[in-house]
């Protein structure tokens, strides 16, 4: 039995407002065994006690604004730390940089202990408690953690728990043959079992590491290896393992990790005859991990990474009672949105936008246009259908259009494990390279570059419009292109992610001062549109949101509607200049101008986006954040407009004066 009475008041009411459903729960997979329940317990008692006092209090201020995350100041930005600073110290140095392009939410890649050459970029563990040690230590991490709240920038960290490496130490004593951590895994006597679970099991990475399970030489047996044969699947079945890894999240939450994204969520709990993905055991899981989080660190939120169809994705957000992750990518919308850039057709946007909605507004999605891994083409194709696209041949197209290798197509991206077999590549390349400005300054034409950085403007115009948290990855704020140096890198080459993982550019980063450069082109421009996403109340994520029909196929609209603001934002996914044949009756002004502009028969240019605002709080005038924000401007051109008048004063005073003298 567990003792409630010792526990002090702060904790134990906590557990007490989740105790029967955890124990529930916990029963549901590990029947009834007491001894790991109460074992679990204590260790969530553990955590709570080694916690540090500045947490707890960042804990009690998030607890009483439990929507803290969702308002439209967030901005996330997401990186490799020895790709940005070499190490957790050099991200510390360069904070200011991530506080000047607004971002208050930082990912870090995965940073713990891996073997060189077998790490996934990262993503094999092979000590959970312990920091790569090219990138600094643990004390390390808590600094830059402490450093960023002070700063008011969260911290999100990536807990790898499908998987461990195959050096780590349960490996390494599975390896070895002892059976209590060979249970720690998927362990097998003969290949019998694995090739009944072939049949059902798809393959994550068909071409650069085939099948999912291995053969285990040191210990004569089989275990199940879904991504690399280096990483090792964890046996979620084993409540050790589950007490043993939840300690191990907690241990990152009180080395200050704000928000905990759970690498590969679907995959944790596998069952033979099925496709060992989203079982109903990894909801229970997900959930009891919510709930440790709610006891130990209620400041800490859990971002799912569920890559797969929408149908899949939203149960992660579990029910509004009973919640499972805060949080989850928005990748549909992701995939979609290069979909229309490769077809210039918005049709199926506005059908995925149109799920996405319908959704109640407590669910938030990070929304991205791209990140470290590769684009994966999940598109709705039983939509698509009616338009008679078929799934290979339309994988086929995107690839070889955003590849530039159909004529007179200008992306440079790159295949990821092109698996002839099932027609199913996917890609990679930064988002400046996809857009085709890398392409237009290689071919020294002015117009391919600027038409490249129109449409990496509008898509980041079309991030920023959606509700939720939009996340740019390092490097695109500048426009940084792709990285070719992976492909003679030893350990890199096979994996074509590392297109799109390059180091930061800090000396072309100096350029983004200067608006005649690519750098200071994009980063200007990003600016602006951070800057009036955090000024305008319309792009809170409690807004109304709609489609704004606008009787054109390439033009995509949505309205956003807020405490009397009213947004009509219009985005040109093609290459022509083209009309929004929208008539909406309000005043307008258009946010990057400051100017007012009627929204109906709206004209774009080619890969033109408008940003359209209307006030009904001040009787239809301006509204009067954009009248602050360009205040400046208009103070400027006043003072340059008085000046003007004063000289034209003067110059007429004086020719007066000649004329007098004259006389
Ligand atoms: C996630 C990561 C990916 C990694 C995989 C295996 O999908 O985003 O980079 O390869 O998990 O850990």
């Given at each position: ?22 124990k ?12 790991a329940?109460e ?5 969530l ?14 804990d ?30 050099g ?13 208050n ?9 891996t ?7 990262g ?5 959970f ?9 643990m ?9 960023c ?22 490996a ?7 059976k209590?951590?060979q249970d ?35 210990a ?61 055991q ?9 709930m ?33 992750c805060?949080?989850?990518?928005n ?6 949105t ?8 918005v049709?199926l ?21 791209r ?20 799934e ?25 494990n092109?698996?002839?077999?099932l ?8 988002t ?7 392409a ?51 350990l ?105 502009r ?9 890969y ?21 924000i ?34």
């Open positions: 039995m567990v003792n409630f009475d010792s526990f002090e008041p702060e904790f134990r009411k906590r557990l007490e407002q989740c105790y029967d459903e955890i529930w729960l916990y029963a549901e997979l590990y029947g009834n065994d007491q001894q329940f074992y679990f317990v204590f260790m008692h553990e955590y709570y006690a080694a916690r540090k006092e500045s947490l707890k209090e960042l009690r201020k998030r607890e009483a604004d439990p929507r803290w995350y969702s308002g439209n100041d967030m901005l996330g930005m997401q990186m490799y730390v020895n790709c940005f600073g070499e190490t957790l110290n991200v510390s140095k360069h904070l200011n940089y991530i506080k000047q392009c607004g971002a939410y930082l990912h870090l890649m995965p940073l713990l202990q073997t060189e050459g077998k790490s996934d970029g993503y094999a563990v092979s000590d408690r312990k920091i790569d040690p090219k990138l600094g230590t004390e390390d991490l808590s600094a830059l953690s402490d450093r709240h002070s700063m008011g920038i969260s911290i999100c960290l990536d807990f790898v728990m499908n998987h461990t490496s195959e050096d780590h130490e349960w390494r004593r599975a390896k070895a043959g002892e209590e951590y720690r895994y998927l362990f097998f006597d003969n290949w019998n079992i694995p090739n009944d679970l072939e049949k059902t099991v798809p393959q994550v990475f068909p071409q650069t590491a085939p099948g999912n399970f291995s053969w285990c030489e040191e004569h047996k089989v275990v199940m290896t879904t991504f690399y044969p280096y990483q090792w699947d964890l046996n979620y079945h084993n409540p050790t393992v589950f007490n043993d890894m939840t300690a191990n999240m907690l241990n990152l939450c009180n080395h200050g990790v704000d928000i905990i994204r759970l690498d590969a969520t679907p995959y944790i709990w596998k069952t033979l005859g099925t496709n060992c993905r989203n079982l109903p990894v909801h229970t899981l997900v959930r009891i991990m919510h440790a989080c709610d006891v130990v660190c209620p400041g800490t939120l859990l971002l799912g990474e569920v890559v797969m169809e929408p149908s899949k994705v939203v149960p992660y957000f579990g029910t509004v009672d009973r919640p499972e805060q949080m989850l990518y990748v549909t919308t992701m995939a979609s290069w979909h229309t850039v490769a077809t210039g057709d049709r946007m506005k059908h995925q936008l149109a799920g996405v909605f319908a959704l109640p507004k407590q669910y938030t999605f990070l929304n991205y246009l990140c470290h891994d590769d684009i994966g083409w999940g598109l709705d194709y039983d939509f698509l259908k009616q338009f008679g696209i078929v290979a041949e339309h994988k086929k197209f995107l690839n070889d259009t955003l590849s530039g290798k159909i004529y007179g197509t200008d992306g440079r991206g790159e295949l990821y092109d698996d002839p077999r027609k199913d590549a996917r890609l990679c390349g930064t400046a390279s996809l857009c085709g400005i890398e237009g300054e290689y071919e020294l034409t002015d117009w391919k570059v600027d038409r490249g950085i129109r449409l990496d403007l509008m898509l980041h115009a079309f991030l920023l419009t959606q509700s939720g948290i939009p996340i740019i990855y390092s490097g695109d704020e500048i426009g940084q292109l792709n990285d070719y140096s992976y492909h003679t890198d030893p890199k080459w096979d994996d074509s992610r590392f297109l799109h993982r390059g180091a930061f550019d800090w000396k072309a980063a100096v350029n983004r001062k200067k608006p005649e450069t690519r750098e200071g082109r994009i980063y200007a421009g990003i600016q602006k549109l951070v800057k009036l996403r955090k000024a305008f109340d319309v792009f809170n994520s409690e807004a109304d949101t709609w489609l704004v029909e606008a009787y054109n196929d390439h033009i995509l609209g949505i309205g956003r509607f807020y405490k009397g603001q009213k947004m009509i934002a219009l985005f040109n996914f093609s290459d022509s200049d083209e009309t929004a044949w929208i008539n909406e009756s309000e005043r307008y002004y258009d946010m990057m101008t400051g100017e007012e009627n929204a109906s028969a709206v004209s774009l240019t080619s033109g986006f408008a940003w359209l605002i209307s006030s009904f709080k001040d009787d239809e005038s301006k509204p009067k954040k954009l009248t602050q360009y205040k400046v401007k208009t103070a400027a051109n006043d003072v340059k407009a008085s000046k003007k008048t004063a000289s034209k004063a003067k110059t007429s005073k004086k020719k007066t004066v000649k004329k007098t003298t004259r006389k």
